[in-house]
Nanobody, 120 residues
Framework: QVRLVESGGGLVQPGGSLRLSCAAS????????MAWYRQAPGKQRELVAD???????NYADSVKGRFTISRDNAKNTVYLQMNSLKPEDTAVYYC??????????????WGQGTQVTVSS
């Protein structure tokens, strides 16, 4: 059984910063791409950023220059540093991982989501 557990969400003022963390645990053989998605009320879930096991990153245009994704492969953990937050960043943020479990099964897993609210 694999679990993705997120932490770090909360309420922050515009211009502030938050750091999200997501740790994958269980019978994991290898983690491929890890990513952060978000879903605002009334909107579809969208990709925020992703990162390969080798460290290559990809960002949504709306967060480029403000958010940084990183990972610790030894801990199967992905982070999202969010700076210069705007009210439009308000959403539930979901962690996502493409990984191989033991025995050899490849599957996409999702975390439970963490709320980020940007408001004065």
């Amino acid at each position: 059984q694999v679990r993705l557990v997120e932490s770090g969400g909360g309420l922050v003022q515009p211009g502030g910063s938050l750091r999200l963390s997501c740790a994958a645990s269980g019978s994991i053989f290898r983690v491929n791409v890890m990513a952060w998605y978000r879903q605002a009320p009334g909107k579809q879930r969208e990709l925020v950023a992703d990162i390969t096991s080798g460290g290559s990153t990809n960002y949504a245009d709306s967060v480029k220059g403000r958010f940084t994704i990183s990972r610790d492969n030894a801990k199967n953990t992905v982070y999202l540093q969010m700076n210069s937050l705007k009210p439009e960043d308000t959403a539930v943020y979901y962690c996502n991982a493409d990984l191989w479990t033991l025995p050899a099964t490849r599957q996409i897993y999702w975390g439970q989501g963490t709320q980020v609210t940007v408001s004065s």
